[in-house]
T-cell receptor, first 109, second 116 residues
Framework: DAKTTQPNSMESNEEEPVHLPCNHS???????IHWYRQLPSQGPEYVIH???SNVNNRMASLAIAEDRKSSTLILHRATLRDAAVYYC??????????FGTGTRLQVFP | NAGVMQNPRHLVRRRGQEARLRCSPM?????VYWYRQLPEEGLKFMVY????????ESGMPKERFSAEFPKEGPSILRIQQVVRGDSAAYFC??????????????FGPGTRLTVL
């Protein structure tokens, strides 16, 4: 399983963009990169995933480095509801999600 | 389409009792996963089931814990003779497909087990 490194915490102001980095230098060529988040007292929630190309959905954008050893989750305009722990999870044809310690994002009004 | 449902949301047991946690996957989902989150710790995979079969139980403690996903009805995570160290939030997730690296897992709200 690929190891990940994420900042323990980050802060943002409302309405500002947030870039959440993840280092996964041991990722294999067929690992998808998933991002989940966990809001306080709730279950995890899928955010986005990608393989090689950058991806966009209604929640966020995922920028994947050309060598795939790192990726960045981009929240274009943070809201108070985006305050959560964000997990970057490389995944290769396995059904289990292996959660690291994630990044705790605080959003200030 | 209702999301993943778990019940009870909160469960209190005394040491030595049994705990039964139920998970109803989303409609049409035949793949169920259980995860545990100990206080101040990260989420850990426990077991993956597909209707009537255990596919991967590599994260399950060897004793006292069992899981099932019968043909009809919810998935059950059963903890026998609970100890204080079992106090945690237990999350269930479901997916319409398995065996890939890209399928999304949909999580329930969790059951918070407290062992007195």
């Amino acid at each position: 399983d690929a190891k990940t490194t994420q900042p323990n915490s980050m802060e943002s102001n409302e309405e500002e963009p947030v870039h959440l980095p993840c280092n996964h230098s041991t990722i294999s060529g067929t690992d998808y990169i998933h991002w989940y988040r966990q809001l306080p007292s709730q279950g995890p929630e899928y955010v986005i995933h990608g393989l090689t190309s950058n991806v966009n959905n209604r929640m966020a954008s995922l920028a994947i480095a050309e060598d795939r050893k790192s990726s960045t989750l981009i929240l274009h305009r943070a809201t108070l509801r985006d305050a959560a722990v964000y997990y970057c999870i490389p995944r290769n044809n396995t059904d289990k999600l292996i959660f690291g310690t994630g990044t705790r994002l605080q959003v200030f009004p | 389409n209702a999301g993943v449902m778990q019940n009870p949301r909160h469960l209190v047991r005394r040491r030595g009792q049994e705990a039964r946690l139920r998970c109803s996957p989303m409609k049409g989902h035949s793949h169920v996963y259980w995860y545990r989150q100990l206080p101040e710790e990260g989420l850990k995979f426990m077991v993956y089931l597909q209707k009537e079969n255990i596919i991967d139980e590599s994260g399950m403690p060897k004793e006292r814990f069992s899981a099932e996903f019968p043909k009809e009805g919810p998935s059950i995570l059963r903890i026998q003779q609970v100890v204080r160290g079992d106090s945690a939030a237990y999350f269930c997730a479901s997916s319409p497909i398995g065996g890939t690296g890209y399928n999304e897992q949909f999580f329930g709200p969790g059951t918070r087990l407290t062992v007195l």
